[in-house]
């Protein structure tokens, strides 16, 4: 049934994330349908605290609760300094 | 994101706004003289953000990096100022952000407003200004002749409220 | 006063006030430009007033007449611009202000100030701007195409505080 | 012993006030050595009403009680309407 749907996302880190981590992006193949954005993040980091990180599905800012589809972009980021 | 590149301008209700991301310095006074030239209302209010010489720990700054999320900066700038262009009638608006190294005294961001009266002109240019320092994908990176280091916090107002 | 004549640029502390009380127009950001070249500060705020083209009781507006009272109108400022400069250190104030007959659009009022915080930057300007509308000997007279009249009551900010 | 004074005073009228009454500035010779600001304003003036005028005595506002002394320059005007 699932044979023709993509299960790949795309992962986005962002600013010192990025750098701690030592990559910007990756796309990564999902096995559980249930997956949400903290799994992914368990999955690609192991050293770094969670506190105070900003989390996005295609470009929406959303919480590490959020459940991930196939195709979707998932980044994380440190709190913004702009301006 | 495309009509963005295409016409610099979006028209919403009676209100224009217009803003771009640049990897390249630009003329402060140059930018307003163009759009005042089209945008010339009772009461315009303009603010023009500098790189100061030294980093957060007072050292001297060698050079500041603004790095962007591609496509969700943009749509949360977008999306931003045409809540507050539906909010507020006869407004236009013009937001510059740069990305990239930006030198000690060059401009890193530069806000126009104009309205029909003072009081609207000032405040929508202090609550973008506050937007793009707390709500926009945009980070902060220093570097000195030691090192660089990201900015963990934004710099304050300068006083109390 | 004479002294304002000749140097233009008065030094309080720490602090630069500058005015000028202009009978001809003038080139708003060429005077942004001149003066941030000496004062870039990591906050510039501006404000750049222009004549309405209409009057107060809402007819179209041939012309804006702006009297002072010569002498006290620039004691009044430059006392105002001295006293808000030793309460706030590293503050540069530029303020320009039109008088004699002015046309729709042309800029009556300028106001520049740089501060090493934004909050500060724009926080004097406001002020700045509220004082010259209601602490500074000037006066205002509008022509119509059918007469002139005295403006009675300064335009208000344009929403409820 | 008066004599080498001056007894006189300059008014200057501002804006409406200039307008209404037909003229900027008079020299006054004073008479009474005790006269009020509200005096001067009574001297020059029989129409207008004293409701939110702004006096001055020699480019300091001020208030209609102020004893004016000799070489005074004495200024009525409207509300400050500037800005």
Redesign the interface.
């Known amino acids: 049934m699932k044979g023709e749907k993509s299960n790949k996302i795309k992962v986005v880190l962002l600013s010192s994330i990025a750098q701690d981590l030592g990559w910007n992006e990756k796309i990564l193949t999902i096995e559980d349908s249930e997956m949400t954005v903290f799994s992914v993040w368990n999955l690609i980091n192991s050293k770094l605290p969670q506190d105070n990180i900003i989390v996005s599905i295609n470009q929406e800012i959303t919480d590490m609760k959020a459940i991930i589809n196939p195709d979707d972009e998932v980044a994380f980021m440190p709190m913004f300094t702009g301006g | 994101m495309m009509r963005w590149h295409l016409c610099q301008c979006l028209l919403v209700d009676n209100s224009k706004i217009q803003f771009r991301i640049l990897k390249e310095t630009f003329n402060p006074?140059?930018e307003?003289?163009l759009w005042?030239n089209f945008n010339?209302?009772?009461?315009?209010?303009?603010?023009?953000?500098?790189?100061?010489p030294f980093d957060q720990y007072g050292n001297d700054l060698r050079k500041l990096e603004?790095?962007?999320?591609k496509?969700?900066t943009e749509?949360y700038i977008e999306r931003y100022l045409m809540k507050i262009s539906r909010k507020q009638d006869n407004l236009s608006i013009l937001l510059l952000?740069r990305i990239g190294f930006i030198y000690p005294?060059e401009p890193?961001?530069l806000i126009a407003v104009s309205?029909?009266?003072?009081?609207?002109?000032?405040?929508y240019?202090?609550e973008i200004?506050?937007f793009?320092?707390?709500?926009?994908?945009?980070?902060?990176?220093e570097w000195t002749f030691k090192g660089s280091s990201?900015?963990?916090?934004?710099?304050?107002?300068?006083?109390e409220l």
Chains 1, 4 share one sequence.
Request: hydrophobic share 35%; charged share 30%.
């Open positions: 006074y140059k307003f003289e005042e010339k209302s009772s009461a315009n209010s303009f603010f023009i953000g500098r790189v100061r603004i790095v962007h999320y496509g969700m749509k952000h005294d890193i961001i309205a029909n009266h003072r009081g609207i002109s000032n405040k240019l202090q200004l506050e793009t320092k707390y709500k926009v994908p945009l980070w902060k990176k990201w900015v963990k916090k934004n710099t304050d107002l300068g006083f």
